[in-house]
Structures are given as C-alpha cells and as structure tokens.
C-alpha cells in the first residue's frame, strides 16, 4: 500500500517562506523515479487545484498564480518531492498534497494527509 506523507507547512506572514516535503513511502525507487510529481493544495471552499508538476527529467510547470514564487524539485533516491514557496501571499493559504500525475494530470494515487499552508499576519 503505497503512502505519501506531506510536512513542512505552518503558519507564516506574508511575505515569509515555506518549505513543504513529500515522501512517497513504501514506494521502490522503480516506482516513484519516471512518474511525474505534483503539488496540489485545496483552499477553504474551492476544488483541489494542481499549482506545480516536475517530470521524470525534472522539467516543471506552474500554475500562473504562483509562477516566479514557487519551485518544485524532486530527489529520487529519497523518493521526495519538494515545493520550496517564497512571497507567500494570503491567497496561499490552503492545505497542500502531493501525488504522482497520470497523462492527463490527474492524481495517481490515494491522498495524503496534507499540510496545512496559513498566510496570514
């Protein structure tokens, strides 16, 4: 039974930075290394929303809203995906996942927990 075990949010004023992690547990490295990754999260009232995705030859892509303020990187033999997010803005608040992506971008696998995201002073 696969895992994916999300941490590293908190709560942060704008402006600050946070550094969020996903260990995609009981996973062979065979497994994890050539499926693209991505970091979802999912606001108060609002559908869950892909914000960035990495591929197998760590090729990224990001949502316009949190372009040029996020970066998604991911280390194979740790089975880790990261999402480093900088100038946090209120309207990051949200509780954040990670999933392997199918061809049409959707969620491979059951979810996590998420960690929770708070942008507020």
């Known amino acids: 039974q696969v895992q994916l075990v999300e941490s590293g949010g908190g709560l942060v004023q704008p402006g600050g930075s946070l550094r969020l992690s996903c260990v995609a547990s009981?996973?062979?490295?065979?497994?994890?290394?050539?499926?693209?990754w991505g970091w979802f999260r999912q606001a108060p009232g609002k559908e869950r929303e892909l914000v960035a995705s990495?591929?197998?030859?760590?090729?990224?892509n990001y949502v316009d809203s949190v372009k040029g303020r996020f970066t998604i990187s991911r280390h194979n033999s740790k089975k880790t995906v990261y999402l480093q997010m900088s100038n946090l803005k209120p309207e990051d608040t949200a509780v954040y996942y990670c999933?392997?992506?199918?061809?049409?971008?959707?969620?491979?696998?059951?979810w996590g927990q998420g960690t929770q995201v708070t942008v507020s002073s």
């Open positions: 999933n392997a992506l199918t061809t049409t971008e959707q969620p491979r696998y059951n």
């Open positions: 009981r996973f062979s490295f065979s497994v994890f290394a050539p499926d693209p």
């Open positions: 990495i591929t197998s030859e760590s090729t990224t």
